[in-house]
């Protein structure tokens, strides 16, 4: 049974672009043809609760490799980008998805938590 929820046609208004977002991404790059941005690797073990961990890219998280981790994402940024804008009719796209947002507004910024769901009025 379909919940009342998905009925109204604010959420409906998703569903055509949805499936126009399924048919273009079926145009994507080849991950073959893309470079992405390297990240360097520095080991990191460490055990909790008796089992060892290890995270080639603990560093990330470090306060003072900060610069660093900002450049790497500007670089997968440019990468997304890149993708994105490869999309034959992502501009359609892109204006069908903020109307779709735009319709939800009220109802997204508007929930009240009721219990341990999030409702809308």
Known sequence: MI???????????????????????????????LKYPAARKEAFDTVI???????????????????????????????????LDSIPGSAIIEKEWNEAIAALDDEIWNGKTVGESLLSD
Do not use: C
């Open 3 to 33: 919940h009342e929820k998905f009925r109204n046609n604010k959420t409906s208004a998703f569903l055509p672009l949805l499936i126009a977002m399924i048919i273009q991404f079926s145009s994507f790059k080849s991950t073959a043809q």
């Open 49 to 83: 609760y008796d089992r060892k961990l290890s995270d080639d890219y603990f560093w990330m998280s470090r306060k003072d490799n900060e610069k660093e981790v900002t450049a790497y994402s500007k670089q997968q940024g440019k990468l997304a980008h890149s993708i």
